[in-house]
């Protein structure tokens, strides 16, 4: 539900009058299954969410005389903005995250081999999301396949509402794809077959996202793609490097080439049969990129005039506008800061820049370990490295970007977040436990 409604990161989406219900009823239904040992396993995971959900409640206090003014103006007595200088918005906020806290809720009841099994589910949402967008590209521009009122509309965006978030989950999929061809199981045909699979969505993943039009998700992919091929080397099966080593060089370089002439003729193919203005975008510079670093100054000098306390969850609209120079005026506004990580300093104040150094210390502490872990091949290991890849985009990304502002990408992160978290005390599969002894 949450790939066909939850794409875009505006609050006035039609779609979220239904997604937003089902969130807090699939929380609600969550709560009655979980258990006291699933919370006490997962205790830290479960603080760094309830740390998330209660920096929007902190009490913001600085910088209010202007608003206290604006309101004394226009006849508003009384007005309580302790938390927020934008009420409304706030309770937005804090509502969206009742999506991505119904998959933790669920998610720590897994097994992992359950967990598992979330994957190729996702890369099946992730592909079909992608096609859809290739539908678009060979479109017109006011094509139904487009589902948002406000979008990129002439670009691929598939079920989302803005390129760089459609590009941003595709990056994704490469350490997924080469994640489920290293943990292929089964018999040697079903292994060869799924193998084959990851790699023919691998190749067309790669047309998918120059048509886009997103630079940062080509910047995105690319560094995907290095992680991927940091995690094939150090991840894949025995048995597939004994055959590749009995097999000969010539073999090798055939196979090589011919993938790289498949990407280079999907990628032209593309080019000709999509519209033009997609795929120039990824060379050229627009007004609002050049526009960007001037957003981002003017949201640190926000920062400190709100400082320590931020100007409360949901308010950079409002908090931008009582700052904006006279000379960046123009018909448009700035909905997001379009750096996740400056925004979040900006609202949060001196807690949320606490939150995020404390995230990013812990990310670096757990990939340490899970790189240095001398058995790398270890199924929970090569799920654990490749949601670390997966997350390292999506904080990347947020720095010219805001994915985890989209529920359906807050979801996906979720999703990694368990896998990256995830130890030798979550109980496991029967397949898991072959794994692990295989390797």
Not at 381 to 407: C, Q
Request: with cysteine; hydrophobic share 50%; glycine share 8%.
């Amino acid at each position: 539900m949450v790939f066909l409604t939850g794409g875009g990161s505006r609050t006035d989406i039609a779609s979220l009058a239904i997604l937003r219900p089902a969130s807090v009823v699939a929380c609600a239904l969550a709560c009655f299954t979980i258990r006291r040992a699933h919370l006490v396993q997962h205790k830290a995971t479960l603080m760094g969410f309830a740390a998330i959900a209660s920096v929007a409640l902190m009490h913001s206090l600085s910088g209010r005389d202007e608003v206290f003014a604006i309101d004394a103006l226009v006849g508003i007595k009384g007005a309580w903005r302790p938390l927020t200088l934008a009420p409304m918005n706030g309770w937005h906020a804090l509502v969206s995250l009742c999506a991505p806290l119904a998959v933790l809720l669920f998610g720590i009841q897994l097994s992992r081999e359950d967990l598992y099994r979330l994957l190729p589910l996702i890369i099946g949402l992730a592909s079909f999301s992608g096609f859809l967008g290739l539908l678009q590209a060979v479109g017109s521009v006011d094509s139904p396949l487009y589902f948002y009122r406000i979008t990129n509309f002439g670009s691929a965006v598939g079920l989302f509402a803005n390129r760089n978030h459609a590009a941003t989950l595709l990056a994704c999929l490469f350490p997924m794809l080469t994640v489920l061809a290293v943990t292929a199981q089964g018999s040697a045909d079903m292994q060869y077959r799924r193998r084959i699979t990851a790699a023919v969505i691998g190749v067309v993943l790669v047309p998918l996202v120059l048509v886009t039009g997103s630079r940062a998700g080509l910047v995105n992919s690319l560094i995907a793609l290095a992680g991927s091929a940091l995690i094939y080397v150090t991840s894949r099966p025995q048995s597939v490097v004994r055959k590749t080593k009995s097999k000969p060089k010539r073999s090798g370089v055939t196979t090589s080439l011919a993938a790289a002439g498949a990407v280079v003729g999907l990628g032209f193919l593309t080019f000709f049969l999509s519209r033009a203005t997609a795929v120039e975008r990824l060379f050229s510079k627009s007004l609002d990129e050049e526009s960007r670093t001037g957003f981002w100054q003017v949201s640190l000098d926000i920062f400190w005039k709100y400082f320590p306390w931020g100007s409360g969850s949901g308010s950079f609209v409002e908090a931008y506008l009582l700052a904006e120079p006279d000379a960046m005026l123009d018909p448009t506004y700035l909905n997001r800061a379009h750096n996740d990580w400056v925004e979040v300093a900006v609202t949060f104040g001196l807690a949320g820049v606490i939150l995020l150094a404390a995230a990013l210390a812990a990310y670096c502490l757990r990939m340490y370990r899970l790189w240095g872990q001398s058995n790398g091949r270890a199924r929970a290991t090569v799920y654990g490295r490749m949601a670390g890849v997966a997350i390292g985009i999506f904080g990347i990304a947020s720095i010219s970007d805001y994915p985890l502002r989209t529920p359906t990408l807050m979801c996906v992160f979720t999703v990694c977040t368990l896998w990256f978290t995830m130890s030798s005390n979550r109980p496991a599969g029967p397949n898991d436990v072959g794994q692990e002894n295989q390797a």
